[in-house]
């Protein structure tokens, strides 16, 4: 029954459990290797979601996004993501790599969405990531959701826009966004306002010295010292094992002086003072990297990148670090202006790995933390460069003003998504950007190993982030 001639023997194969439940349940399928270019209306997605009653498999095509509330409004049940030790559990019993959707599996009950069968044939994943099943809707339909009840839950992607290119929209798009909110009262009244912090003094004042041409070492000093914790901070910083300093540091000169430099001491003081203003959240996706872990991974890896394109091309070295360092500081921001939904928003992100977050947070707030994150850098009367890289970190194909900031956080985002750092669907990134850059899939690698090779050291900077002196 099932096609494999077209497999070479060396690719990857389907698990057998898999093979032999289809062909149990005489199921034709063909074996395709996975290809971004697949249609996402054909591709299966799977989610087990559960709660006081039990699991349910839900099942939709990838060109949709699973919106719980409506899913709470069919069922009358409040579902979310089951724990990864569970579905770790699962998938070890049966030896999968990935969910396949395949409802006699789970032995869960199952709904779908209806719009799923639309495709003359299916493409479901097989257990083994890379390989995918293609299977007739009619047989798909018949023997495999034979017990299943049909739904519409999803919500198709071309309806749910995310502003990408039209910055000149997002203040009266978060306006908007708070207001909606205001009117509707969920749970809590948010203030008609967007309650935003002020900028600290200290960020303030290092600010002030980023653009002083006569700044010296003994200003930095000056301000780092006068704030106990951040002075901590880059003592145990320039005494990591990431940077294997010789001798003891003794004082904050000495960090900066002999290890880490002028420019690194500030857009590292400049990070840590503007991440204390907005607390992380005490919510976050299952199975998410940590915040402060992505952030300086990300600026890690940016340095690196910055250091390997040709002189000429180069942008500002220490602006690079810190877009890296402060690439995702909008989801700080949603999670401290819209605090009742962003439990809403970590529920869905967990049923929907296979999207960006833009596509969930356009759709449940009507406004992005890339938008947010860049009108809060504006409104702190932060360098344009970083506004810049925060807005369109998602876009490939950015080539405006400041187009190396962006580009950059692209580029380090997908090449740590590619060795499972960090949550979100991979891409395949165009020529272009490595292009505009100056450097080659090859080099942009380098990169990466580099950093990666001292992960245990960075995981150590990263772990100070998160529980400050």
């Given at each position: 029954m099932t096609e494999v001639a077209l497999v070479p023997d060396t690719a990857p194969r389907p698990p057998a459990v898999i093979l032999q439940l289809l062909e149990k349940l005489g199921v034709p399928c063909h074996i395709r290797p996975d290809h971004p270019a697949l249609a996402?209306?054909?591709r299966v997605q799977a989610a087990l979601l559960d709660d006081a009653v039990g699991a349910l498999l839900v099942l939709f095509p990838q060109n949709q996004l699973l919106d719980l509330n409506r899913l709470a409004e069919l069922t009358g049940r409040k579902l979310t993501a089951v724990k990864p030790e569970r579905m770790e559990r699962m998938l070890s019993k049966h030896s999968l790599g990935v969910l396949p959707g395949l409802p006699p599996l789970t032995s869960s009950p199952c709904l779908y969405d209806e719009r799923l069968l639309q495709e003359p044939s299916l493409l479901v994943e097989s257990g083994q990531p890379g390989v995918l099943l293609e299977?007739?809707?009619e047989h798909y339909k018949s023997i495999l959701l034979a017990k299943a009840s049909a739904a519409r839950f999803g919500e198709p992607l071309a309806s749910i826009r995310p502003n990408l290119d039209r910055p000149d929209d997002d203040r009266a798009e978060i306006t908007q966004a708070v207001q909606a909110f205001t009117a509707r009262r969920i749970q809590q009244r948010l203030e008609e306002t967007i309650e935003i912090p002020p900028l600290?003094?200290?960020?303030?004042?290092?600010?002030?010295?980023?653009?002083?041409?006569?700044a010296t070492v003994d200003d930095i000093t000056g301000v780092v010292e006068t704030d106990p914790a951040l002075a901590a901070q880059v003592v145990s910083w320039a005494a990591s094992p990431y940077y294997a300093a010789p001798g003891k540091i003794r004082s904050v000169e000495d960090a900066i002086v002999r290890v880490l430099g002028f420019d690194l001491v500030i857009n590292l003081a400049l990070g840590l003072a503007l991440g204390k203003t907005l607390s992380l959240p005490k919510d976050q996706p299952q199975q998410a990297t940590p915040y402060w872990q992505q952030a300086i991974y990300t600026a890690a890896i940016i340095e690196g990148l910055t250091r390997a394109m040709p002189r000429a091309q180069r942008p500002?070295?220490?602006?690079?670090?810190?877009?890296?360092?402060?690439?995702?500081?909008?989801y700080l921001v949603l999670a401290h202006v819209f605090p009742p939904h962003f439990s809403l928003i970590c529920r869905h992100l967990e049923v929907n790995p296979h999207l960006g977050t833009g596509y969930i947070e356009q759709h449940l707030l009507g406004i992005t933390r890339e938008q947010i994150g860049a009108w809060l850098m504006r409104f702190w009367d932060m360098p344009e460069e970083l506004a810049t890289a925060l807005r369109f970190q998602h876009d490939p194909s950015y080539d405006g003003a400041h187009a190396a900031y962006p580009n950059l956080v692209c580029l380090a985002v997908n090449l740590l998504r590619s060795r499972g750092i960090g949550s979100?669907?991979?891409h395949e990134l165009p020529d272009e950007l490595f292009e505009r850059l100056g450097l080659t899939r090859d080099k942009a690698e380098d990169a990466l190993d580099k950093v990666l090779q001292a992960e245990a050291a960075l995981r150590e900077l990263a772990s100070q982030f998160n529980h400050p002196h």
């Open positions: 996402a209306s054909r299977i007739g809707s600290p003094e200290t960020a303030q004042k290092i600010i002030k010295l980023r653009v002083d041409p006569d500002e070295a220490g602006l690079t670090y810190l877009a890296g360092l402060l690439h995702n500081f909008g979100g669907p991979q």
